[in-house]
């Protein structure tokens, strides 16, 4: 009866508050890990691939675990804090992640996007822009592509990509559209946040 209370109370309360009993508590931290691991995981496998998805996620609670007492408990949300360890645990990866672009630029097949549907429906034409689109990806600086991908990916806002990143959000502007210009160049004249799983939050 007692731990059903407790996991219902835990299944309430926000990540802050999740993070501060988890000081007390560790074990509260795991509510976390099912809250936001499986989207972080989508997230870094269509980054990295899913070879190093598993250690990504996997590490990145791990730091996330030991730097909790850290946490800045008036943020409600812990999305952008896990999105940013995750960013910094990914640029270690910089050329897998590059010569995944490159991967998904021959191939033209982005299978943590694509749905069954997709693939039978949309597969001739979403084929050719997501091999142009993760050409450009492969092109773009780290700093502009971690901002591009964290607002049309993750779906993290302008102030969560600042926070997550530790910049300010003018820097996440200016780096958002340098790197929408050079992919609309690069898919000739096509908005990139017009291509399937890519939203503009702009």
Known sequence: MVDALRADMSHRADDAELIRRSRDEPDEFATLFGRHGPELHRYVTRRLGGSLADDIVADTFLVAFRRRGRYDLTRPDARPWLYGI?????????RAEVRFCRALARTGVDEVAETYADRVAERVTASAAHRRLASALATLSAGDREVLLLIAWADLSYDEVAHAMGIPVGTVRSRLHRARKKTRAA??????????GVRDHG
């Open 187 to 196: 898919l000739g004249g096509v908005d990139p946040t017009a291509i399937e």
């Open 86 to 94: 995750a960013a910094n645990l990914i640029g270690k990866h910089h």
